[in-house]
């Protein structure tokens, strides 16, 4: 397979496995690219790219903006904070406003699940989901798997666990999606509150105890609470939390075998996991945020393939 | 498609692959100071037939070799019907003031040597770049680039294609599209 199979890139779950190969493939050719004294390509010279972010971002808007400038792409920068959807205009007028202006393709983030999707169907130009509500987040889920088959060589086969606020991550269902497409084993593990109702149906497992999970996996991703996005109380208090999910080294280091630890950030240390802990070599938080700008060029790159001028 | 058509056999291949190292030793010396690029994907083999053959002229020759993707940089990317797939870069030294001798097995418009151009100055300042081919398909440049060291020379019309293949059934052919 040479192509992506899709037009934009909306959710893992619109992929096939073939087009996670292809763009893990691509990956490893930007990622050479990025390590060297140069780090900068003209494949997309002539192609600009829109960053709509509806919602707050550090990483993952620094990280687009950093992989399409890597790709010698033109970027417009957008935050929702600071512009006229404060003074009412709809999501199609504002980005049929900013298309007029020939921009060719859209990174958008927004805290409404399906945003991207709606979008998608009403614009002409490639979209990627940079986060939709609680709904998906698939560039960081393929850099989340980019990431163990470093480790690792392979996903196939891998034990993940994913900790922490399954009901509210984008992060964790774009997850799930991905590996298990990728053949590795999947379990969730955080209170009860916090799992989404039919969460098996996915064809993951649910673990409650948190030394359990860390004694069967391969891998832990840590997820954070997501305050922001919860209006009732889930558990009694973080403090609480902490001591029932949290990952310290004194629990690290009481397993049998050495695991490897992820976390998509931001971080909440000293309640999911702790400094030492995300400072750890163990930890490969900061190989995640560099092979997210290789993922980015490597889903930019493709998808502007199909932009003919 | 017609039948394709043998313009080199193995033991010619071999014959000019002998006198492209002679000149390359002329104006190499030890090879101290030049690094053997060969492009992706066809050019790296015939790089790795050079290295071969150089080797076993002196032993002593220190040969340092690369391969170079210029996919990225090509100027044809989202202008074509198949998508463009990199090959993997190996250049694990830097190529500020080296002598580097670019490697392609056909040289045909030009337009892969001149993007192999760009991509070689993201690694450094050369001191001079050279191109090698094992076939100058003449007459048909798009832009204004020309080999230093050529295997053989050949005029062939547009719609036919020169095609190396390498391995234990080694041979030059021209087949027409």
Same mark, same amino acid.
Request: charged share 20%; hydrophobic share 45%; glycine share 4%.
């Given at each position: 397979m040479s192509t992506l199979s899709v037009k934009h890139l909306l959710g893992i779950k619109n992929l096939q496995k073939e087009d996670i190969d292809l763009i893990f493939k691509t990956a490893d050719n930007f990622k050479e690219v990025i390590n060297r004294p140069i780090r900068k =390509?003209? /494949?997309?010279?002539?192609? *600009?790219?829109?960053? #709509? +972010? +509806?919602? !707050? /971002? *550090?990483?993952?808007? &620094? /990280? +687009?903006? &950093?992989a399409e400038k890597r790709l010698s792409a033109d970027t417009l920068n957008f935050s929702a904070a600071s512009s006229s959807v404060k003074k009412g205009e709809t999501l199609i007028d504002t980005v049929n406003n900013i298309l007029a202006m020939k921009v060719d393709m859209i990174v958008m983030r927004h805290p409404d699940a399906g945003a991207s999707t709606f979008l998608a169907n009403h614009v002409d130009v490639p979209i990627v989901n940079a986060g939709d509500g609680t709904h998906e987040h698939p560039t960081q889920a393929l850099l989340d798997a980019y990431s163990i088959r470093e480790k690792y060589g392979d996903v196939n086969g891998k034990k993940v666990v994913i900790i922490g606020d399954i009901l509210h991550s984008r992060v964790a269902l774009s997850n799930i999606f991905c590996l298990k497409m990728l053949g590795a084993e999947v379990k969730v593990c955080g209170p009860s509150t916090l799992m989404p109702k039919y969460?098996? /149906? &996915?064809? =993951?497992?649910?673990?409650?105890? #948190? @030394?359990?999970? &860390?004694?069967?996996?391969? =891998?832990? !991703? @840590?997820?954070?609470?997501? #305050?922001e996005r919860q209006d009732t109380k889930f558990f009694p208090s973080l403090k609480e939390y902490s001591m029932m999910y949290g990952l310290n080294k004194k629990r690290l280091d009481s397993l049998s075998k050495q695991i490897t630890v992820m976390h998509p950030g931001p971080i909440n240390r000293g309640v999911e996991i702790t400094s030492d802990v995300a400072d750890s070599k163990q930890a490969i938080i900061l190989d995640q945020v560099e092979n997210g700008v290789a993922i980015r060029m490597a889903v930019l790159y493709l998808l502007a393939n199909s932009i003919k001028k | 498609m017609s039948k394709p058509k043998s313009i080199l056999d193995k033991q010619q291949i071999q014959i000019i692959i002998n006198r492209l190292c002679q000149q390359l030793v002329e104006n190499h010396d030890d090879f101290s100071n030049t690094i053997l690029i060969g492009l992706q994907p066809r050019g790296v083999q015939l790089c790795q037939r050079i290295k071969a053959y150089l080797k076993s002229i002196n032993s002593k020759f220190e040969l340092k070799i690369g391969s170079l993707d210029i996919t990225f940089y090509r100027d044809d990317f989202r202008r074509r019907e198949d998508p463009l797939i990199a090959s993997s870069t190996s250049l694990d030294v830097s190529l500020e003031g080296k002598k580097v001798v670019v490697i392609d097995d056909v040289l045909y418009t030009g337009r892969s040597v001149r993007a192999s151009l760009d991509a070689l100055l993201d690694y450094g300042r050369p001191l001079s770049i050279e191109l090698l081919v094992l076939i100058d398909r003449r007459l048909s440049r798009h832009v204004p680039i020309q080999p230093d060291y050529v295997g053989c020379t050949i005029d062939v019309v547009a719609d036919e294609r020169v095609s190396v293949e390498w391995g234990d059934n080694e041979r030059v052919i021209l087949k027409s599209e």
């Open positions: =390509v003209p /494949s997309l010279r002539d192609i *600009t790219i829109a960053n #709509l +972010f +509806f919602e !707050n /971002s *550090t990483r993952t808007r &620094l /990280s +687009f903006e &950093l969460i098996e /149906s &996915l064809g =993951v497992g649910y673990e409650p105890y #948190l @030394m359990t999970a &860390l004694e069967w996996c391969d =891998v832990a !991703n @840590m997820l954070r609470i997501q #305050l | -």
